[in-house]
């Protein structure tokens, strides 16, 4: 069992910038797929990116490549996802995932929710003038 908390949600201008935490408890000494998934409104949870906690490779989904990042610190057991350059089509509630191997580390890019087995709660993202 994983379980996951988010925190690091706000509201900003648009161009701004918020760094989203996800800290991992429980089962943590495996690596995971990790990934960011986000829901706005009245429209399906879509994946924003993924990573596997045991390799430095990163996938993003088309609409936040080159503005998000998402990294991992293996030590403290936290996911994050800095956030650059929002745009008022990014505010939505941010979920943390999480998925034991075998796993795909690509799933979240491509929004593949399904994949993931754990979790959090979600924090909000708000972006306006």
């Known amino acids: 069992q994983v379980q996951l908390v988010e925190s690091g949600g706000g509201s900003v201008q648009p161009g701004g910038s918020l760094r989203l935490s996800c800290t991992a408890s429980g089962n943590t000494r495996s690596n995971y797929c990790m990934g960011w998934f986000r829901q706005a409104p009245g429209k399906e949870r879509e994946g924003v990116a993924g990573?596997?906690?045991?390799?430095?490779?990163?996938y993003y989904a088309y609409s936040v490549k080159g503005r998000f990042t998402i990294s991992r610190d293996n030590a403290q057991n936290i996911l994050y996802l800095q956030m650059n350059s929002l745009e008022p089509e990014d505010p939505a509630m941010y979920y943390c995932a999480a998925d034991p191997p075998p796993c795909m580390p690509t799933a979240a890019a491509h929004g593949a929710r399904h994949e993931y087995r754990y979790w959090g709660q979600g924090t909000q993202v708000t972006v306006s003038s």
């Open positions: 990573i596997y906690t045991g390799s430095r490779l990163t």
